[in-house]
């Protein structure tokens, strides 16, 4: 997506929308869990005008990963935090390398184009030339002898 929304009141999975209660309940967490886990950066929920924190649906489901990696896992919060930020780095840097991948193809049919365009300006008087390797025929010149 490149961020921008057709309708301003279009909902995705970005948009903060649950209160602290309901965000505990769909992650199956405490409330008091979630004000710890965004005290220490893991999952940072938006922000009312008023400092209300709400949750969206990837939040949640952030919440849904940090308790599996924490109790399945037993991976300490720092550790979880680290694999988040790494997480986030390499999802950041495989929309680069898809951004870049498009600005090369893109270069690439303007390139042929331009190329296509050269071609067609070629003079059509010429005679195109041809490989002495390829052809077949052998052509020897002998000079006629001088009469004096």
């Given at each position: 997506m490149d961020g921008r929304r057709r309708n301003p009141y279009e909902l995705t999975d970005e948009t903060p929308v649950y209160v602290i209660s309901v965000a505990a309940q769909l992650s199956g967490l405490h409330p008091q869990t979630l004000r710890q886990y965004d005290r220490l950066g893991l999952v940072s929920p938006g922000r009312t005008a008023?400092?209300?924190r709400r949750y969206s649906a990837r939040d949640i489901e952030l919440l849904r990963q940090v308790q599996a990696?924490?109790?399945?896992?037993?991976?300490?919060?720092a550790g979880i935090k680290r694999i988040i930020e790494l997480e986030n780095q390499v999802a950041a840097l495989q929309a680069?390398?898809?951004?870049?991948?498009?600005?090369?193809e893109g270069a690439a049919a303007a390139m042929q184009q331009r190329e296509a365009q050269v071609?067609?300006?070629?003079r059509r008087d010429l005679v195109p030339y041809q490989d002495v390797q390829q052809?077949?025929?052998?052509v020897v010149w002998r000079p006629k002898p001088?009469?004096?």
């Open positions: 008023g400092r209300g990696l924490s109790q399945d896992e037993g991976i300490n919060l680069r390398v898809a951004e870049l991948a498009a600005a090369v071609h067609a300006s070629y052809a077949s025929a052998l001088k009469r004096d």
